[in-house]
């Protein structure tokens, strides 16, 4: 079946840091990517998507390209602030499975001043 | 504004008894679903529904039943509750399509002693 693979369980930075979390997924076709934001007692929410293979997707100033040939997505920032201290999950919508998503495990992001 | 509110935010449940969490979205979305969060785990899917008077399994239904009455609610049930069960709680709805993304609500934290 569908999954994602997150490696960094935790990520610890300074501000001003470049940042880097890796994301690799299985699944046929040309599956949905996506990364979430999660805050402290919040839902995640969605920092965004890309469904097609070199496509950039980004926000906040953080970005990730979906690169087939890799499978792979991953999240980077070139520059972090402490605002951006949350949990970070990648996650994919296999082709015809209608928006449900596999999440990897996550990442939580920690960035001292 | 789209929005997913889940009830109750905190509940804590006797070991075998029932335990009744509830979803309710105000965005005329088809799709509904349940996941939990665990440390380590990420976010899994337990049950997901295309629509009022559907549901079907996720990754992990065991020792869950779901109901979908209407095309705004969606409910996750724990007849025999087990400290195992003991996790928060999300629900999200999505339009379908899989480059649609789910929005989440802001979680139910159960706690099984």
């Known amino acids: 079946g569908d999954s994602v693979t997150q490696t960094e369980g935790q990520v610890a930075l300074s501000e001003e840091d470049f940042l880097t979390i890796h994301c690799n997924y299985s699944?046929?076709?040309?599956?949905?990517l996506f990364w979430y934001v999660q805050y402290p007692g919040e839902g995640p929410q969605l920092l965004f998507r890309?469904?097609?293979?070199?496509e950039k997707g980004s926000s906040r100033g953080f970005e990730a390209t979906y690169d087939k040939g890799t499978t792979s997505f991953h999240l980077r920032k070139a520059s972090v602030q402490e605002s951006d201290s949350a949990v970070y999950y990648c996650?994919?919508?296999?082709?015809?499975?209608?928006?449900?998503?596999?999440f990897g495990k996550g990442a939580k992001l920690t960035v001292s001043p | 504004e789209a929005a997913v509110t889940q009830s109750p935010r905190n509940k804590v449940a006797v070991t075998g008894g029932k335990v009744t969490l509830s979803c309710n979205q105000t965005?005329?979305?088809?799709?509904m679903y349940w996941y939990r969060q665990d440390t380590g785990h990420g976010l899994r899917l337990i049950h997901y529904?295309?629509?009022?008077?559907?549901?079907e399994k996720g990754d992990i239904p065991d020792g869950y039943k779901a109901s979908r009455p209407s095309q705004e609610n969606f409910s996750l049930i724990l007849e025999l509750a087990t400290p195992s069960q003991t996790s928060v709680y999300f629900c999200?709805?999505?339009?379908?399509?899989?480059?649609?993304?789910?929005?989440f609500g802001e979680g139910t934290r159960l706690s099984v002693l």
């Open positions: 999200a709805s999505g339009a379908g399509g899989n480059n649609q993304a789910p929005l």
């Open positions: 699944a046929s076709g040309y599956p949905t």
């Open positions: 890309a469904s097609r293979d070199k």
């Open positions: 996650a994919l919508s296999g082709q015809g499975t209608g928006s449900k998503l596999s």
């Open positions: 965005n005329n979305h088809n799709n």
């Open positions: 529904s295309y629509g009022a008077g559907s549901t």
